[in-house]
């Protein structure tokens, strides 16, 4: 509630707009700018990446059923980032047709580029954060917070050692479990490096020392970003069955794995499901084409195709105003 922006009614009142995106509904200003568009019947579309695994308690859940359900159903159509935001959608009685496909995505080509250092260039980096140039690296980017579950893989890494799988990890990000995560590393006796936060600029050249990103995280990971950056660099990706992007990126065993939230021994059976393929064309081919799917470009047609749709129910202009726009938009 700390972010309050009552002129936006004002604004929208005035600006003679044709539509009204708002980046979901988890603030006040969203909330305001929505019940706006509503009031001044100015299309809505809202977007997000709500799933039904997301951890709430039963009042709030109350509460959404009594407040937040009525005015789903107003909104004009929703801009779904992939599979799980859409069940979520249909969940509380949202229309199929009021859905259009929008993927999550990061600027792909720039961290496929930016990911590709020299040979040197990455032993050095192994040096400096004392991990073997040979080993498998588990990348883990992220804060270190307990709904990323960051421990599950240094138990996964201890498990793995005993079955003489050569691997390390390397956890880029910072964050209140940090102290005790690196505590337990070393009672185990596993080689785990902590790079600390990075700023985004750096981080492909991490990407770029890992074979494999994993995220454990539990339900609360409505999507997992990191994924999309992990893949647009050529990494697979392992990743719990309640992180949101689960069935949207994941092709079993071809782009990457999914195990049980929590599951230790899954998670290692996942990684090592992996392994004999890290280096296979096979495998980078399959990462390639499904982050492709993934773009800024399919990002930004599927916008347009549902602006198109609520101009035209609006009687807005419809395929003929946004269409004329179209390239200046993307």
């Known amino acids: 509630f700390g972010c309050d922006t009552p002129d936006i009614a004002e604004l929208l009142r005035t600006g003679q707009f044709e539509a009204v995106i708002v980046s979901g509904w988890y603030l006040k200003s969203y909330l305001q700018a929505i019940w706006a568009g509503l009031r001044y019947k100015i299309p809505v579309l809202v977007r997000g990446d709500s799933q039904l695994r997301m951890h709430r308690s039963w009042p709030r859940e109350l509460l959404k059923r009594i407040a937040l359900v009525p005015m789903l159903r107003k909104v004009d159509g929703f801009l779904v980032v992939g599979k799980r935001f859409g069940e979520y959608l249909l969940h509380y009685g949202v229309e199929p047709e009021k859905m259009f496909t929008v993927p999550h995505c990061v600027d792909n080509a720039w961290f496929s580029s930016e990911s590709r250092i020299t040979l040197s260039a990455r032993r050095k980096m192994l040096d400096a954060l004392d991990l073997k140039q040979d080993a498998v690296t588990l990348l883990f980017v992220g804060k270190l917070i307990a709904k990323k579950r960051p421990s599950d893989l240094i138990q996964a890494i201890r498990v793995m050692k005993a079955h003489g799988v050569d691997v390390q990890a390397l956890f ?92 230790v021994e899954q998670l290692v059976n996942a990684v090592e499901s992996l392994l004999p393929d890290l280096d296979s064309e096979k495998l980078q081919s399959a990462i390639r084409c499904k982050i492709a799917n993934y773009s800024i470009s399919a990002a930004v047609e599927g916008t347009m195709r549902a602006l198109q749709a609520v101009g035209s129910a609006a009687g807005l202009g419809g395929d003929s105003t946004f269409a004329s726009n179209e390239h200046k938009s993307s």
């Open 172 to 263: 880029v990000g910072d964050g209140p479990l940090r102290a005790s995560l690196q505590a337990e590393s070393s009672r185990a006796r596993i080689p785990v490096a902590f790079a600390g936060f990075q700023n985004q600029a750096d981080l492909p050249r991490f990407y770029a020392l890992g074979d494999i990103l994993v995220l454990p995280s539990n339900g609360d990971e409505t999507w997992g970003l990191v994924a999309n950056e992990a893949m647009a660099a050529g990494l697979p990706v392992v990743v719990s069955s309640e992180v949101g992007c689960a069935p949207d990126l994941v092709d079993e065993g071809k782009t990457g794995s999914v195990y049980g939230c929590g599951d």
